[in-house]
């Protein structure tokens, strides 16, 4: 039953505390199967085109219709959970993405993917803001540290079983099969959710904030949809007069109103409580997580690409390339997140620079004519850091925004995580076009000089040409359309002068995503110091301080 929390009201029941790791285990079940669908859909791409008949613009759809709907919808979402209590949001995200996911299966052409995409994207936004709101809630102070690096481990071993489970399921069953898989592990998540989840809520009325919902939907639908379609467009015209850089200034201006509408009623319950933000570690690991985001996102597009055009891999063995970094930080991220409970400012800063490292030697170790195996070295260093990088951007984000405040809080988290992963991946795929455009140019007049002179402007046009189009090549491809009747050794210089030139516009791009790390790893001097009282148990503060749900009016339906 639920109580509404007066000055002579009676303590609120406890929730119960003797199964948080229990009640993880659901959250990290979900939030696996979310994260999963982000990278497992990209390794289908061939097939979606052959089966489906799907063309290029739509195949980005397929894509993005999921990112655009779970970007735009997490604060919402978060919100939502502090309304109705996070059990009831996840079950109803996760329902709703695993009945999405069996409609994904069974589509027959491009426009249903599309709009069964976006019902994931749904399910997928409502679901995980509650994973941090709840951990926040049923954890204490002093042991969250360990519970978001269980939770970070999980965001590990999603991201390497996406590319290596997709691969083995595409080529074994067929492109459906990386959506079916979504059904076993959304069903059991559910009934576990149903049995496990504590009905948590708050002995206080919350009001959903409808204008502020309105504004920061469509100032966040006009960001990402005009960073997600600007390299399609060529960052010009997209509806008549209307160009990209337009839709992208018009988003920026309705958040700006959003921000005055928050701080207006402020003494009302806004959407998002703009004190959050007051609290400096909260705002440094906004900016920290965008950064990682945007770090993650554009040093894995050219890379991916790398490995299979350049190395020549399958889709399965370039997922297997990258998977000891992954695995790696799965194993090192409940230890980072026990440590991160005392010190967490300096295991971040460690994470981020020894990730930062691991990645810069990665870049310096790709050459056309490298081995899979160069690579490692650097991989290993990235993984080490990369683990120590998920727990402590959660604990010290978290450490002291009160659990009434918790679903909003992880709202807006997530969304900066999912903005930064968005910008991103549009930041660098039009930095790696427009640096394509020039080096296979270079390489190619470079090239050229090998070959008879009939031959060479038709060979430099050619380059020229591909540049312009930037990456639609695939592995054992030059790109570069070649005279009919080619003799085999233009054929095979054509390669090697894509695969000189592409090396040297991915090594070029991925500059920019390491100084955007490097200076994210320098920001997290900025976090303060955790608070003397809350290093002490729950039971010994004074009034049952921050985590004691006694004076926080928590709740348990049921």
């Not at 229990?22 to 982000?38: A, E, H, N, P, R």
């Not at 988003?251 to 004190?275: C, K, N, Y």
Request: glycine share 12%.
């Amino acid at each position: 039953m639920i109580t509404q929390r007066t000055a002579g009201d009676a303590p609120a029941e406890q929730p119960p505390q003797r199964r948080p790791w229990l009640i993880l285990s659901v959250l990290c079940l979900g939030f696996f199967m979310i994260l999963l669908d982000t990278t497992i859909v990209n390794i289908a791409i061939p097939d979606l085109i052959d089966d489906l008949g799907a063309t290029l613009n739509q195949i980005l759809w397929i894509l993005n219709a999921y990112i655009l709907v779970y970007a735009v919808l997490l604060i919402t979402a978060g919100r939502l959970g502090d309304i109705h209590g996070p059990k009831r949001l996840f079950m109803i995200g996760l329902a709703l993405f695993t009945v999405a996911s069996i409609a994904c299966g069974f589509a027959q052409d491009p426009a249903q993917l599309v709009v069964f995409r976006i019902l994931q994207g749904l399910g997928g936004a409502l679901l995980t803001p509650q994973t941090l709101a709840v951990i926040t809630t049923i954890f204490p102070a002093e042991r969250r540290g360990a519970a978001f690096g269980v939770w970070g481990g999980v965001a590990g071993l999603a991201t390497v079983t996406g590319p290596t489970l997709g691969g083995w399921l595409v080529s074994e069953w067929g492109w459906r099969w990386i959506f079916f898989v979504n059904v076993p592990v959304g069903v059991i998540a559910l009934a576990m959710a149903a049995v496990i989840m504590p009905d948590l809520r708050f002995n206080r009325r919350h009001r959903l904030d409808l204008p502020g919902t309105a504004l920061v939907t469509a100032g966040l639908f006009l960001i990402c949809y005009g960073l997600i379609e600007g390299q399609s467009h060529d960052w010009g015209r997209v509806w008549g007069p209307i160009t990209v850089p337009m839709v992208i200034v018009a988003g920026l201006l309705v958040l700006a109103a959003f921000v005055w509408q928050s701080h207006a009623r402020r003494d009302r319950e806004p959407l998002i409580p703009l004190r959050l933000f007051a609290d400096r570690n909260f705002s440094v690991m906004n900016a920290v997580v965008a950064a990682v985001s945007f770090g993650m996102l554009g040093l894995f597009l050219p890379l991916t690409i790398y490995l299979q055009s350049v190395l020549g891999l399958t889709a399965l063995q370039a997922g297997l390339t990258t998977a000891p970094m992954s695995l790696i930080s799965m194993f090192v991220a409940p230890v980072a997140g026990r440590l991160a409970d005392r010190h967490g400012k300096y295991v971040l800063l460690t994470g981020m620079a020894l990730w930062t490292a691991g990645l810069t030697w990665v870049v310096l170790a790709a050459q056309a004519g490298s081995d899979r195996g160069d690579l490692l070295p650097g991989l290993l260093v990235a993984g080490l850091g990369l683990g120590g990088v998920f727990a402590p951007l959660q604990t010290i984000a978290m450490r002291d925004i009160e659990p009434r405040l918790a679903g909003a809080a992880s709202g807006v988290f997530n969304t900066t995580r999912q903005l930064g992963a968005v910008i991103g991946a549009a930041a660098v795929g039009a930095l790696l076009q427009a640096r394509l455009a020039v080096d296979l140019a270079a390489q190619a007049r470079t090239s050229a000089a090998a070959l008879p002179e009939g031959f060479r402007e038709r060979f430099v046009a050619a380059f020229d040409e591909a540049g312009s189009r930037g990456m639609e090549v695939g592995a054992g491809q030059s790109g570069a359309h070649l005279p009919a009747g080619a003799p085999p050794e233009i054929a095979q210089l054509a390669l090697t002068t894509f695969h000189e030139g592409f090396t040297a516009a991915m090594k070029s791009t991925m500059t920019l995503p390491l100084i955007v790390l490097a200076v994210a790893a320098l920001s997290v001097l900025l976090v303060r110091r955790r608070k003397a009282s809350a290093a002490l148990p729950v039971e010994q503060r004074a009034g049952g301080g921050a985590g004691s749900t006694e004076e926080l009016g928590v709740g348990v339906q049921g």
